[in-house]
């Protein structure tokens, strides 16, 4: 697990990777005359704020030795190209820092971590859609997985309640991707999406709801792979469906081997802009988009 220090670094504004830190030449180091002992009271709340201000300021430097040279080591054995995210959330809204979220060093990583607003969601307020006092866990956990260029319109969203997949959304959902509204081409995704869940999903996770990422390969073995766990709820993006459509479409009894809803991007018309793009640019025009 990450120290709470880091964590609590990655919470601090600003994003500052300067090196180790520096000593303070603090007042009670200085060798005052004789005469200092009349100096004013403010003199002394002045050493005290600039003391706290270099607290803060050290607080806000990134300064993990140990745990830098474990994140070169991971990236090396990992072939020298990773995707960080952290044990919830991915920062895919922090693309803009370094034009990818491919990250070949240290400072990649802790610099797209710092740079994205999911991941400060995750840290503060992981558990606002929760019956519970609990604002985030006790613990984060830093990932890394190897990079690989995969085509957008093969990675799908999957919904599942008790235990059932009751549906699926194309992931991407500011592409428009013809060969996806062909109705053979949904079929044969949806029976391997489902027939991977049946296998190896299904009585292997714990949760009876919860949302899941799987990416799907080309034609003709489709071997379909997991890509990652998300919560049940608002806090994760529900594609082309609305979290207040959701659980009646969990609530409807469909017979075994019925189709599930299944749904893509039509037109280019039905493009919707990306949720990650809505933190580089003003609210206002995100709330119009």
Same mark, same amino acid.
């Given at each position: /697990? ?16 300067? %090196? =180790?830190?520096? #000593? ?7 060798? =005052?005359?004789?005469?200092? /002992?009349? /100096?004013? /009271? ?93 604002? =985030? ?37 500011? %592409? ?48 379909? #792979? ?6 049940? %709820? ?34 280019? =018309? ?20």
């Amino acid at each position: /697990s990450l120290p709470e220090s880091f964590v609590q670094y990655l919470n601090a504004d600003g994003i500052n990777m300067g %090196g =180790r830190k520096r #000593r303070r030449n603090g007042a009670s180091n200085i060798q =005052r005359d004789d005469d200092s /002992s009349e /100096s004013s /009271s403010d003199d002394d709340d002045e050493d005290e704020d600039e003391e706290q201000d270099a607290d803060n300021e050290e607080s806000s430097v990134f300064n993990f030795p140990e745990l830098e040279d474990q994140i070169a080591a991971s990236i090396r054995r990992l072939g020298g190209k990773v995707l960080p995210k952290l044990n919830w959330s991915a920062p895919k809204d922090a693309q803009w820092i370094n034009g990818s979220l491919l990250c070949t060093s240290p400072r990649d990583v802790v610099m797209t971590l710092k740079a994205s607003d999911f991941i400060a969601h995750d840290l503060a307020h992981s558990f606002d859609h929760c019956s519970c006092e609990r604002k =985030r866990p006790d613990e984060f956990t830093l990932v890394l997985r190897t990079w690989r260029e995969l085509h957008e319109s093969n990675e799908f969203r999957c919904f599942v309640a008790n235990q059932k997949l009751i549906a699926i959304s194309q992931r991407n959902t500011s %592409g428009f991707f013809e060969h996806l509204c062909q109705e053979d081409e949904r079929q044969a995704l949806q029976e391997s999406i489902l027939d991977f869940f049946e296998e190896n999903v299904k009585f292997n996770f714990c949760l009876e709801r919860y949302v899941m990422d799987v990416y799907v390969a080309a034609a003709p073995r489709r071997k379909v #792979r997991l890509v990652d766990f998300s919560p049940w %709820g608002p806090g994760t993006d529900a594609c082309l469906f609305d979290w207040s459509e959701v659980p009646e479409v969990a609530s409807k009894v469909v017979p075994t081997g019925a189709p599930v809803d299944f749904r893509v991007v039509e037109g280019e =018309r039905e493009r919707q802009s990306k949720v990650e793009r809505y933190s580089q640019i003003p609210l206002e025009l995100a709330q119009l988009s």
